[in-house]
């Protein structure tokens, strides 16, 4: 099957943007800094309130259109759709978790004489991440998913070719959607199984209140 | 007297509207031991959480081993203290806290080397040295590699103050580090303590409803009674010839 390599390589390229994103968005979120505060705010609302789909058609067609910004390629204009929009939605659990590590977490390591930067980097963030993973893995499976969305800005992931390949053998039609479907389940297999790995993993060393 | 480590000078301390310390005035000399009792809600946490730099005091000055702990002096007046000022000065003091809040993803060992690791820049070696050294004398030699989950509430604070030691403050202060504990581990804890104030040269206040333990270590009782310092004196004076009406009932209910 043809496209599997277009929905992995979107999958990937997404999941790594949007945890990048989801760190500077959260991060910002905790800023001392009352206009970083806002502004990552208001991209987190705006990206949470709008649909996907709608943003995908805002980077691929409204982008270039209206300010004349051309994003490197179609690649790259659904990549950075989903990783914006997914960040948005995952630097609210980046936000949470650092603000659910216990009090007494950051006191004690006061009391130890860190430093801000030491007490996040050496106490809080590693509490926080395992946190995290659980929520990580499922917006991973979410993000699959949603990477079926690409096909109608015109890039050839599986649906795309599943879509091509019924068109032209209308007959297959139910099996090439049932084939679709087992293989976005197989993808998502292994993530479904690393997610598992991570709520076990969450549940050791952390200490909240 | 010597130069004393901390000196408390008239110290206001309000949360919000209501005003929880009304002018502490302390003076705690260098390996002094001073147990701090008084009804809950008199203020006892807060004292000591100031001097950790946990708490900030409303108004007052604190002074540190020669050096104001919540202030700086700038073009000969007192500022707020920033960051960097509060590092340096608080470096002196150490505390151990009712629910050890020891680190969950470290190993107990991590526990205790993390500190002087990354704050203090002692080399990693010298830390392990100095971090298993510490964790024997508390009686825990054996487990360093266990983590905090693995081990009973007494075994904790035992770390905790392990590793609030490996830091060698001059001031050591502890919040009723055994209330939290089951009363069979607590002989274990206050035994360790014991320890650690023969030893000597560390100043220590220590927060405690427990009068028998407070009167065997303590040099110097302070009663503290709505936010101010109603009484003190040494064990005898406080603990047994006191006049004072509110002092003797706050006694009687630990008499059994
Ligand atoms: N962060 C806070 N915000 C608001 N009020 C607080 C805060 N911390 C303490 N207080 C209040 O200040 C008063 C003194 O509290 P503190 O914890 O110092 O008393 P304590 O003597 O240690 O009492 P206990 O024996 O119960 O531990 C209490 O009335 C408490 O409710
Ligand atoms: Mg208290």
């Known amino acids: 099957m043809k496209g599997i390599n277009i929905t992995i390589t979107v999958l990937i ?3 790594i943007l949007s945890y990048l994103v989801a760190f500077i968005a959260g991060f910002g979120r905790l800023s001392n800094n009352i206009f970083i505060r806002k502004f990552t705010g208001f991209y987190v609302e705006v990206f949470r309130g709008t649909s996907l789909i709608v943003q995908l058609f805002w980077f691929y067609y409204a982008l270039p259109g209206l300010f004349d910004i051309h994003l490197a390629s179609d690649f790259w204009a659904a990549v950075i759709a989903i990783a914006m929009n997914y960040g948005a939605y995952m630097s609210e659990i980046v936000r949470g978790s650092i603000l659910s590590v216990a009090k007494g977490q950051r006191e004690a390591a006061t009391a130890l004489n860190m430093s801000r930067f030491q007490r996040m980097r050496l106490v809080i963030l590693p509490q926080a991440v395992r946190m995290m993973l659980p929520e990580f893995g499922n917006y991973l499976i979410q993000m699959l998913k949603a990477t079926s969305l690409v096909s109608l800005v015109g890039l050839t992931d599986i ?7 019924r068109s032209t053998h209308l007959s297959l039609a ?14 998502a297999l292994p993530l479904i199984w ?6 076990k993993q969450s549940s050791k060393g952390v200490a909240s209140e | 007297m010597a130069k004393p480590i901390a000196v408390y000078n008239d110290v206001h301390k309000s949360f919000g509207d209501v005003e929880v310390l009304k002018g502490i005035d302390l003076e705690i000399a260098p390996a002094e031991k001073v147990a701090l009792i008084g009804p809950s809600g008199s203020g006892k946490t807060t004292i000591i959480r100031m001097l950790m730099t946990l708490e900030q005091p409303t108004s007052g000055t604190i002074v540190v081993d020669g050096q104001y702990l919540w202030h700086m002096e700038k073009n000969g007046e007192l500022v707020p203290a920033n960051e960097k000022h509060l590092r340096q000065v608080r470096g002196d003091i150490g505390m151990v806290f009712q629910h050890f809040n020891l680190f969950p993803h470290m190993s107990i060992l991590e526990n205790c080397m993390v500190a002087p690791i990354n704050v203090k820049g002692v080399p990693k070696k010298e830390a392990r040295e100095r971090s298993v050294e510490m964790l024997e004398k508390v009686g825990l030699g054996d487990k360093l590699d266990d983590y905090p989950s693995q081990l009973s509430g007494g075994q904790k604070q035992r770390v905790a103050m392990a590793r609030a030691l490996v830091m060698r403050p001059k001031i050591m202060l502890f919040d009723e580090v055994t209330s939290a504990l089951d009363p069979e581990l607590v ?4 035994e360790v303590i014991r320890d650690i104030a023969k030893e000597g040269e560390m100043a220590m206040v220590l927060v405690t409803h427990e009068m028998d333990f407070a009167r065997d270590i303590a040099d110097r009782v302070v009663f503290l009674d709505e936010g101010r310092i109603a009484e003190q004196g ?5 603990l047994e010839n006191s006049e004072s009406e509110r002092l003797n009932s706050f006694l009687s209910r630990f008499r059994s």
């Open chain 1, 174 to 187: 139910p099996t090439v959607y049932i084939l679709i479907l087992v293989f976005y389940f197989i993808l």
């Open chain 2, 187 to 190: 002989g274990e804890v206050l």
């Open chain 2, 234 to 238: 040494t064990p005898e004076q406080v």
């Open chain 1, 194 to 199: 690393l997610t598992r790995w991570a709520e």
């Open chain 1, 13 to 15: 390229a997404s999941a």
């Open chain 1, 159 to 165: 649906l795309y070719h599943g879509d091509i390949f």
